[in-house]
Structures are given as C-alpha cells and as structure tokens.
C-alpha cells in the first residue's frame, strides 16, 4: 500500500462520524499522490503526511450563557490549532448549529494550504460553536461571545493564534469577543481580525474574500485567453463573500443574475441590485423574499436551484458541499465555462471532477477565497506596526496576493505535469511551502 493510502486510511480509522475532515484529506492527498511518490521515503521516515493530517492541539470546550427569559443554555465549542510551522494559527470561528468537531477540522486543515497559498506568514487553525445567532437579540450575543471567550482567551495571542470572523461571526461577534479578550488579559493586541475600524480593523476587510475571489477569477480567466466583462455569473449566498463578490464581478463589467440564503434563492434577470441586497442582508438581516418583493425583475425560488441557471461563471459562497454533481451536470449542459469557489470546499468532489473533465475552468476555494485571510494577515501587520492602510492601499496588496496565488497554483500545476489542473496546483504548491517548514523546524 502506498504512503498516502496508508495515511489516509489511518485518518478515517482514528477520525470516525467526521465525513467532511475525510473528505477534505482524500483531495489533498490524492492530488499530492505525484509530490509525495518523488520523495516517499523521505516523507515516510519524517511522518510528514501523518503529522500534517493531525492537530498539533484541539480545543473542546462548554459555552454556558444566559438567554433573555433568564434560561440558561450551554453551547458546544472548539478551537483546532493545526498547523505553525509557518506562522501564528490563522482561521475564523463559525457560529452555526451544523458546527460540529469534524466541520472544525476539514476548515483548518483546509486552512493549511489556503494560508500558506498567501505568501504571508501564518499557519492553519479554526474554531467555532454551535451556537446560532440568527434570532437572538444583542445582549444574547454578547453573553455568549463574552462565556466563548472567557475559555478561549487562554490559548490564543497575536503571535500564538489569532481568529477571525466566517459564518455566524461578523463584526458584532467579533466587537464582544475583543472586548472580553482586553478586559481578561488587559491586553491590547491584533489578537483577532475583522475587527471594527475605531479599534484596528482593516479597510477592505469586509469585502476582502469576494473581491479576492473575483481578482483570482479574472486572472484564470485572461490566462485561457477570456475576459470576465460581459459574462454572466451565477452566485450562491448573501453573505459577506456573495454580496462582495457579487459587486466586484459588476464593477469589472460582468452581469450577476442570482444570490441565495438558507431558504431560497433569487434570479434577477437585470442583474443584482447590490444596494437593496446590502439593505436586506446586512441592515434588516432579513430573507431574500424581501429582496423580490422590492425588486420588479426578481423571481424568488423556495430551495435549491441557483446553478440550473445559464451562465458562464458560477461562483459558490454559501457554505460546504451545495454544489452537488446534479449542478454539475446542469452547468455543463448550460455551457459554464468556469467554477470558482467563495466558500470552503462548496464543491463535492463527484461535482469537481465532472466539471474538470468537461472542460470547466475550476479554482478551489483555497486559492480562490484565500482574499479573506490575506487581508485578515494584512490587519495583522497594521495592527503591529500601530498603521492604518487606505482601503485602496490594501485592495492593492490583496490583488497583487490573488494574482500571485494564480500563478503560484499555475506553475505547480504545470510542473507536476498537470497543466490546467488548479485543484492539485493549488495543493501541492502549499503543501510544498509547509513541507519544508516542518522538516527544517524538526520532530515537533
């Protein structure tokens, strides 16, 4: 049995009821399988495979609050800090009910690669509860975050891991946590990013992942010879990554014609209207039914539905697995020539490989959504230096980060003979990066 098969099946065996951390370690390893065959025994006597595939900690932990009728509730919490050897962990907290130890898992080791990717120097983590804000009020919130935090605060720092937001935690989430992490250590510190700008947030911040989504897709684009302006985009989501995604694909010239959220999805046959999207999602926080009842050229749709719809780019940004290989197939049929991914791994992979071997352009979502993080590694940087960038200097840098990652998965791609081949570009030039890291640093 190879190297890889026997570490992948040690992962399943020790990682049982954790089909998502399984998933996201067969793609990586799988695509790996050329890297790792022109070193085995190296790779073999060092235990790079099995080191990389397991967390150098994992943090479990109980969230006890207050709810506003004097009930108290107690949530389930988890930190996985899973890879340093190139930098601080780096990865957001997600506060949705579906989070789970095994979700946790695949987003930091997802993490790794996406990290390393930037350029920057940060390592791989993620956290997250159970915990849904959706329908609390404030106060409720804050409880929560402040409990949440009271655990956490013991084991991160700006140079030892650093959260971030992802679904579920926005700034809101983010203001209480910091808040309560100052008050615990007295500390004032880039301990967390996306933080608010009167207390040293980024610029571009919010919209760093869908603009950095759209700056890779456009780059892969122009290297097969087409230009984004003019073509039409199917975009799941309506959060942060789809609204901002959504409005830097109109800006460079493209026609956005769908967003979704938990319950349905919209088509606008004239093409998003990114201010009303903003006014419902991010100020009344509402259902998209009020995006159609305000808008004549909208179609509201009950489920699924968002990639049955003809277009010539598709661009997933809701979350894991919601591009199933049934949209696959209807987006082949309906002539998409490309896939990028907002989320983390919103692709299955049956999905994946249908699109690849008829010919659609595919970036995943470690290279093409590592805009939010970069610009997080960015915050970090103001953050120590005691500076604040414009948001133009910082839209900047993080183009100038997404182009790289393009071209960084491109050559790796190419130099492993497989040209065209992002998804194992992707892996292998930031495995590489991290490889090295860790066998330079020891048996650590």
């Known amino acids: 049995m190879s190297y890889v098969d026997e570490v992948y099946e040690r992962v399943v065996r020790e990682n049982p009821s954790q089909p998502e951390f399984h998933q996201a370690v067969r793609e990586v390893l799988g695509s790996l399988r050329p890297v790792i065959e022109r070193n085995e025994a190296k790779y073999r006597r060092d235990a790079i495979l099995e080191r990389i595939t397991m967390p150098e900690r994992q943090l479990l932990f109980r969230v006890p609050w207050v709810d506003d009728q004097g009930q108290v509730q107690v949530n389930n919490a988890f930190r996985v800090q899973f890879n340093s050897a190139i930098g601080p962990y780096k990865g957001g907290i997600r506060l949705h009910p579906s989070v789970n130890l095994g979700i946790i898992k695949f987003l930091g080791f997802e993490q790794i690669f996406k990290n390393s990717l930037?350029?920057?120097?940060?390592?791989?983590?993620?956290?997250?509860?159970?915990?849904?804000?959706?329908?609390?009020s404030d106060r409720e919130v804050m409880a929560f975050c402040q409990s949440f935090m009271t655990e956490l605060f013991k084991y991160i720092g700006a140079d030892t891991d650093v959260p971030a937001g992802d679904i579920g935690?926005?700034?809101?989430?983010?203001?209480?946590?910091?808040?309560?992490?100052?008050?615990?250590?007295?500390?004032?510190?880039?301990?967390?990013?996306?933080?608010?700008?009167?207390?040293?947030?980024?610029?571009?911040?919010?919209?760093?992942?869908?603009?950095?989504?759209?700056?890779?897709?456009?780059e892969m684009l122009k290297c097969n010879g087409i230009e984004l302006a003019g073509k039409t985009v199917a975009v799941s989501g309506a959060g942060n990554v789809?609204?901002?995604?959504?409005?830097?694909?109109?800006?460079?010239?493209?026609?956005?014609?769908?967003?979704?959220?938990?319950?349905?999805?919209?088509?606008?046959?004239e093409g998003i209207d990114i201010d009303l999207l903003r006014e419902v999602k991010e100020v009344r926080r509402a259902r998209l039914t009020e995006y159609a009842a305000a808008r004549p050229s909208a179609q509201y749709h009950e489920g699924r539905g968002v990639f049955t719809v003809?277009?010539?780019?598709?661009?997933?940004?809701?979350?894991?697995?919601?591009?199933?290989?049934?949209?696959?197939?209807?987006?082949?049929a309906n002539g998409c020539i490309a896939v990028a991914e907002g989320a983390n791994m919103p692709t299955t992979q049956e999905a994946t490989e249908y699109l690849m071997a008829n010919g659609v352009l595919f970036a995943p979502g470690k290279a093409a959504n590592a805009g939010g993080v970069a610009t997080s590694a960015l915050e970090m940087s103001q953050n120590s230096m005691r500076l604040h960038w414009s948001f133009d200097e910082v839209d900047a840098k993080l183009k100038d980060i997404m182009v790289g990652i393009f071209h960084n998965v491109d050559d790796a791609a190419k130099e492993y003979d497989m040209p065209g081949n992002y998804v194992?570009?992707?892996?292998?030039?930031?495995?590489l990066k991290v490889a090295t890291a860790m066998e330079a640093q020891g048996v650590v």
């Open 118 to 136: 930037t350029g920057l120097p940060i390592g791989g983590g993620k956290g997250g509860s159970d915990f849904d804000p959706k329908g609390k």
């Open 169 to 218: 935690t926005g700034a809101r989430e983010i203001g209480y946590m910091y808040g309560q992490y100052k008050r615990l250590t007295g500390l004032y510190e880039g301990v967390l990013t996306g933080k608010g700008l009167t207390y040293g947030g980024s610029l571009a911040r919010k919209e760093a992942t869908g603009y950095g989504l759209l700056y890779l897709t456009q």
């Open 242 to 269: 789809a609204i901002y995604a959504a409005q830097k694909a109109q800006q460079l010239g493209a026609k956005v014609v769908t967003v979704s959220d938990s319950t349905g999805w919209v088509y606008d046959s």
């Open 310 to 332: 003809k277009c010539d780019v598709a661009l997933p940004c809701a979350t894991q697995n919601e591009l199933l290989l049934e949209d696959a197939k209807a987006l082949v």
């Open 424 to 431: 194992a570009g992707a892996n292998i030039a930031g495995f």
